[in-house]
């Protein structure tokens, strides 16, 4: 089971038996698209047995730590886990980079991030297209795999379910994750 959920904390559980066979290894993911509030994220009872909520909040605040500092994508290991993370920018569904992505100086002087619609994902955003973020939306996807797993398979991995993801979140299913 899976869930999407808003900030409004309304919930939709969704099966997606035929999505983890299609992503060896994979046994959780976090998809949040900070514009609009909204996430999809595996019930953490299906790998309850292999990822602990503590270790979950210990990936998403090294997300967040990273991005403060400026990387947009990174991978790491942490003993069996390996986690993959990506930040992209689109415009009506369709990736878009900026002409200049900001400076970690003015990254690091916003405001931390942290909550799904907090001020540091829409100054990141007028940072990176300054004076044209009229349909720039942020989306962000963690991955956690277990095992061991080469960077490239997991980033792999990353970017096929990312447009998965994209199709299941009722987002247009255009090159979302190509920033991998």
Known sequence: MWNV????GEATSLTL?????EFPGLIHFIYVDRTTGRFLAP?????VDMLSQDTVRT?????????REGYSAATWRRGA???????????RGTSVRPAKPPHPAAVRALPPPGDLRGAFYRQLTELAFPNDTQGVTIKELIC?????LPATTAVQQ??????????????NPAVAADLL
């Open 5 to 8: 959920c808003a900030c409004t």
């Open 59 to 67: 990936m998403v605040s090294r997300c967040f730590a990273l991005t």
């Open 81 to 91: 886990l390996h986690t993959c993370s990506v930040l992209w920018w689109e415009r």
């Open 158 to 171: 990353a970017r096929r379910l990312a447009h998965t993801v994209h199709e299941l979140a009722g987002d």
């Open 43 to 47: 019930d953490m009872a299906d790998c």
């Open 17 to 21: 038996h035929k999505y983890v066979e």
């Open 144 to 148: 956690v795999h277990l095992g061991l």
